[in-house]
């Protein structure tokens, strides 16, 4: 069974600060690596993809992959309050096309 | 990014009876598409691959002739939940990629309640 691990929190950061999401996963032979955003009720929405070691910024989000440490993060600056939802770490299984596993997802409050 | 469908984004039945769920990719083409399920607090899970004119491919655990999967065009996927029952109460969501791209984008998905 290939695991994605996700600390579900919820983790509670004040207005403005950033916020560190974290993930690990067990399959090594997974390539592609995603955060998804999920509110209450809703579908997911992704945010990022990264598939190369290091980092990936796209505006006030940078996700971060290490694959020797099966390691994938999400930094989330200048943290706002419609940030508040649950983040969803996504990889995709080596041996199920490009199907995802998901992690079970942080839920993030960010307080004004 | 891609945008995908679905429809209903809400439906009730009474148990014993049969449920389709349309999923439809509207700006792009869709060789492939995926069906997940969600109950409360807990996260996706990977039904079935839907695959445009061939069979779709289940995961383990998922009952093939329960939730019977049709990929007729290149647009559409359906799937309809057959003799529903409270335990399949849940929320239905279909993803796709973009064309050409890596990334899946998800439908907004479909709550089922099964009384």
């Known amino acids: 069974q290939k695991e994605v691990e996700q600390n579900s929190g919820p983790l509670s950061v004040p207005e403005g600060a950033i916020a560190s999401l974290n993930c690990t996963y067990s399959?090594?032979?997974?390539?592609?690596f995603f955060w998804y955003r999920q509110y209450s009720g809703k579908s997911p929405e992704l945010i990022m993809s990264i598939y190369s070691n290091g980092d990936k910024e796209d505006g006030r989000f940078t996700a971060q992959l290490n694959k020797a440490s099966q390691y994938v993060s999400l930094l989330i600056r200048d943290s706002q309050p419609s940030d508040s939802a649950t983040y969803l770490c996504?990889?995709?299984?080596?041996?199920?096309?490009?199907?995802?596993?998901f992690g079970k997802g942080t839920s993030l409050l960010v307080t004004p | 990014g891609a945008v995908v469908s679905q429809h209903p984004s809400w439906v009730i039945c009474k148990s014993g009876t049969s449920v389709k769920i349309e999923c439809r990719s509207l700006d792009f083409q869709a060789t492939t598409m995926f069906w997940y399920r969600q109950f409360p607090k807990q996260s996706l899970m990977l039904m079935a691959t839907s695959n445009e004119g061939s069979k779709a491919t289940y995961e383990q655990g998922v009952e093939k002739d329960k939730f019977l999967i049709n990929h007729a065009s290149l647009t559409l996927s359906t799937l309809t939940v057959t003799s529903a029952h409270p335990e399949d109460s849940s929320f239905y969501i279909c993803s796709a990629f973009g064309q050409g791209e890596y990334e899946q984008y998800f439908g907004p998905g479909t709550r089922l309640t099964v009384t």
């Open positions: 996504a990889v995709t299984a080596s041996n199920s096309g490009y199907a995802l596993n």
């Open positions: 399959d090594r032979g997974s390539q592609s």
